[in-house]
């Protein structure tokens, strides 16, 4: 598999125009190219009149057709072999986990962050449980918009707090500056796909998607992680932890659930809390956590 980039095309050609355009950039016959595959498609609009879309390519070609392109053109830069974009999960978790004595991970938080920390853990088998101080996404929206229209605040539940985090109402926008070298977001885009995403996201520069469709997604991540084995607790508000005294080690966290305190043991923790949790920060510093 090679990986053709920089192919530009006119903004409004046909269909097969993509596939001349491959032949005639790699000088090669039609029945060599076996596959392509669109990885990313951009535009050039610099010229007002003549915008050009810009093409990075997956080809599948023969054997022979792709030992005589890499010779010819061996010091190009648009032209090369595939990266391996696969996610390769870091661990599996053994059969029958949780045994007596091994406690599940917990994630606190149920934004972006926290539900692909979720999903990737329910994905390994560890059966995550995430504490979410706000409420599901159904729920959650009804009171945005109670703020939005009404000005009545659920200080638990909010456009900040809630299922799906403060992205869920900011239109679903997924690009970001941050280099991908390990190709992880591949892997986040996938999942969003499977999730009812338009595939168009996991080729299009700056994708996004839209925040109705963002609620019916989030809402098929959560049933996923459940059918994985993972737990999803609303309204649940973790407003300390605990350490060891001689190590500093974590070994709990204290969880408010309406009038109910209960203490949860718990050694693996994932904060996902997003920037708008002041109080769980202001918290975490007094119990000498490093910030």
């Given at each position: 598999?090679?990986?053709?980039?920089?192919?530009?095309?006119?903004?409004?050609?046909?269909?097969?125009a993509?596939?001349?355009?491959?032949?005639?950039?790699?000088?090669?016959?039609?029945?060599?190219?076996?596959?392509?595959?669109?990885?990313?498609?951009?535009?050039?609009?610099r010229?007002?009149?003549?915008?050009?879309?810009?093409?990075?390519?997956?080809?599948?070609?023969?054997?022979?057709?792709?030992?005589?392109?890499?010779?010819?053109?061996?010091?190009?830069?648009?032209?090369?072999?595939?990266?391996d974009t696969?996610?390769?999960?870091?661990?599996?978790?053994?059969?029958?986990?949780?045994?007596?004595?091994?406690?599940?991970?917990?994630?606190?938080?149920?934004?972006?962050?926290?539900?692909?920390?979720?999903?990737?853990?329910?994905?390994?088998?560890?059966?995550?449980?995430?504490?979410?101080?706000?409420?599901?996404?159904?729920?959650?929206t009804?009171?945005?918009?109670?703020?939005?229209?009404?000005?009545?605040?659920?200080?638990?539940?909010?456009?900040?707090?809630?299922?799906?985090?403060?992205?869920?109402?900011?239109?679903?926008k997924?690009?970001?500056?941050?280099?991908?070298?390990?190709?992880?977001?591949?892997?986040?885009?996938?999942?969003?796909?499977?999730?009812?995403?338009?595939?168009?996201?996991?080729?299009?520069?700056?994708?996004?998607?839209?925040?109705?469709?963002?609620?019916?997604?989030?809402?098929?991540?959560?049933a996923?992680?459940?059918?994985?084995g993972?737990?999803i607790?609303?309204?649940?508000?973790?407003?300390?932890?605990?350490?060891d005294?001689?190590?500093?080690?974590?070994?709990?966290?204290?969880?408010r659930?309406?009038?109910?305190?209960?203490?949860?043991?718990?050694?693996?923790?994932?904060?996902?809390?997003?920037?708008?949790?002041?109080?769980?920060?202001?918290?975490?510093?007094?119990?000498?956590?490093?910030?």
């Amino acid at each position: 598999m090679l990986r053709l980039s920089e192919l530009k095309l006119p903004l409004d050609h046909d269909e097969g125009a993509l596939r001349d355009a491959v032949l005639d950039r790699l000088g090669i016959d039609d029945g060599d190219l076996q596959t392509i595959e669109i990885v990313k498609r951009s535009y050039d609009a610099r010229k007002r009149g003549h915008i050009l879309l810009i093409y990075q390519l997956d080809l599948g070609l023969n054997r022979a057709a792709e030992r005589a392109v890499l010779a010819r053109f061996a010091r190009q830069p648009f032209i090369g072999p595939s990266p391996d974009t696969r996610y390769r999960f870091v661990a599996l978790a053994p059969d029958g986990f949780p045994a007596p004595g091994q406690q599940r991970p917990v994630i606190v938080g149920f934004g972006p962050c926290g539900i692909l920390a979720a999903l990737l853990l329910a994905q390994m088998g560890f059966r995550p449980i995430v504490l979410e101080r706000g409420q599901d996404v159904r729920k959650r929206t009804r009171n945005t918009w109670g703020l939005w229209r009404e000005r009545k605040l659920n200080t638990e539940s909010n456009v900040q707090f809630g299922e799906g985090g403060a992205g869920t109402f900011s239109d679903g926008k997924l690009y970001s500056q941050v280099k991908d070298r390990r190709h992880l977001g591949r892997k986040v885009l996938t999942e969003f796909v499977k999730a009812g995403a338009p595939e168009e996201i996991l080729m299009v520069s700056k994708p996004h998607i839209g925040t109705f469709k963002l609620v019916k997604m989030v809402e098929a991540m959560r049933a996923e992680i459940i059918r994985l084995g993972g737990e999803i607790r609303f309204e649940h508000r973790v407003e300390s932890i605990r350490r060891d005294a001689g190590s500093g080690q974590l070994t709990g966290l204290t969880v408010r659930h309406d009038d109910t305190v209960e203490e949860m043991d718990c050694r693996h923790v994932i904060l996902a809390v997003g920037h708008s949790a002041r109080d769980t920060f202001e918290m975490l510093l007094d119990r000498g956590v490093y910030i």
